[in-house]
C-alpha cells in the first residue's frame, strides 16, 4: 500500500511507503492530509508520562516546501507497463484489447528508421501485428494507427505508475486529469 505524497500546493511528487510516510509525519512536516486513514503505528512508551507514541497515516498528505524543479517539465519515464495502460491494453493497429504479456512496445517510426523510443514514438500493439509491420512505418505496412500517441501529464503518469491505487486517491488524481486523457472511465 502507497501513500501519495503531494508538494504543499498539492501537486503530486511520489508515491511513498507506508514507513516513509511515519517519517514525514515524525519530522513534523506533513501539511496537510487528504483521503482516509490507512495506517496507524504504534511508537514506544515515554519514561515520563508512560503515554506511547502513535502515528496515523492517510492515504494522502502534503508536505512543507516546495520541490527543487518543476514537476511539471519533467517527462514521464516511459516503461511498458505505463504504455500498455496508456493505451489501454488495445493494440494501435488491431484494435483489439490484449493481456500484458501478449503486448509489446512498438515504435511508429522504427528505430532501424532513425525513430526515437519516445512517449510520441510508441503505441501498443499485439505480438501479430507488431511482427506483420516489421521495420516499416504505418504508411509502409499499409497498417494505419487507430489512435494517436501522446505524453502523459504529470496527473496521469500518477495513475499510469501505480497499480494498487485506493479510491480516494483515484478520485483526487482523476479530478485533475486533461479532458482528453484516456484514463477517463
Not at 504479456?101 to 512517449?119: C, F, K, M, S, Y
Amino acid at each position: 500500500m502507497k501513500v501519495l505524497k503531494l508538494s504543499a500546493k498539492g501537486l503530486p511528487e511520489s508515491w511513498i511507503t507506508l514507513e516513509q510516510a511515519v517519517t514525514y509525519y515524525a519530522a513534523g512536516v506533513v501539511r496537510w492530509e487528504a483521503g482516509g486513514e490507512i495506517a496507524v503505528f504504534h511508537g514506544g512508551h515515554n519514561a515520563v508520562t508512560g503515554r506511547q507514541s502513535i502515528v496515523a497515516v492517510n492515504s494522502i498528505i502534503g508536505t512543507r516546501g516546495a520541490p527543487a524543479i518543476n514537476l511539471f517539465e519533467v517527462s514521464p519515464s516511459l516503461t511498458n507497463s505505463k504504455l500498455f495502460a496508456r493505451d489501454r491494453n488495445t493494440c494501435a493497429y488491431c484494435g483489439e484489447a490484449f493481456h500484458e504479456i501478449d503486448l509489446t512496445r512498438e515504435h511508429i517510426v522504427p528505430q532501424a528508421q532513425q525513430g526515437l523510443d519516445g512517449w510520441m514514438n510508441v503505441v501498443t500493439a499485439c505480438r501479430s501485428c507488431n511482427h506483420r509491420k516489421s521495420n516499416r512505418t504505418p504508411e509502409q505496412a499499409h497498417m494505419p494507427l487507430l489512435y494517436a500517441p501522446y505524453v502523459p501529464s504529470r496527473w496521469e503518469d500518477f495513475i499510469l505508475r501505480n497499480r494498487r491505487i485506493l479510491a480516494d486517491q483515484m478520485e483526487f488524481l482523476a479530478a485533475h486529469l486533461p479532458k482528453n486523457s484516456r484514463l477517463h472511465s
